[in-house]
């Protein structure tokens, strides 16, 4: 004769168990979060470097090609639509888009620059998507 599947003596986890279990995930839970919560905005702020070496590259190839920097009123564009002036020397596009920051907002351009006067500045606003800033809100440029 068969035993039954239930029995009195059957064996499982208790509630206290289970809860055991529980506090000790939510302590490991509270340890290991934080250590991330910074990592988002520092992978931004590593894309956006990158992003501004690689405008900077296509400024200086543009420069080299046309012996001269875009103006301010160009800006990035120039880098992806050749000048109306000077379609014979553009030997572009210099990049394929011109993309916004990893915060969604464009790219800043000034010819000459004020914190490059023989050349140019070129810097995402940040975070807060605003000139100057700190912390978080701090802006990424070529200085």
Do not use: C
């Not at 920051?101 to 050349?119: E, L, T």
Request: glycine content about 12%; hydrophobic content about 35%; charged content about 20%.
């Amino acid at each position: 004769m068969k035993k039954p599947l239930l029995q009195n003596g059957s064996r499982g986890f208790t509630l206290i168990e289970i809860m055991v279990v529980v506090v000790i995930l939510g302590i490991l839970a509270a340890t290991i979060i934080p250590q991330f919560i910074g990592t988002t905005h520092d992978a931004k702020v590593g894309a956006a470097k990158s992003n501004i070496a690689e405008l900077e590259n296509s400024l200086e190839r543009f420069h080299i090609h046309l012996d001269r920097y875009p103006t301010t009123e160009e800006g990035l564009k120039a880098l992806v639509e050749a000048p109306s002036s000077e379609d014979k020397n553009w030997r572009g596009p210099y990049i394929k888009m011109l993309r916004t920051d990893p915060w969604g907002n464009p790219f800043q351009y000034r010819y000459p620059g004020v914190h490059h006067s023989s050349s140019f500045d070129l810097w995402s606003r940040g975070a807060d998507g605003a000139d100057g800033g700190e912390g978080e809100g701090a802006d990424i440029g070529n200085w």
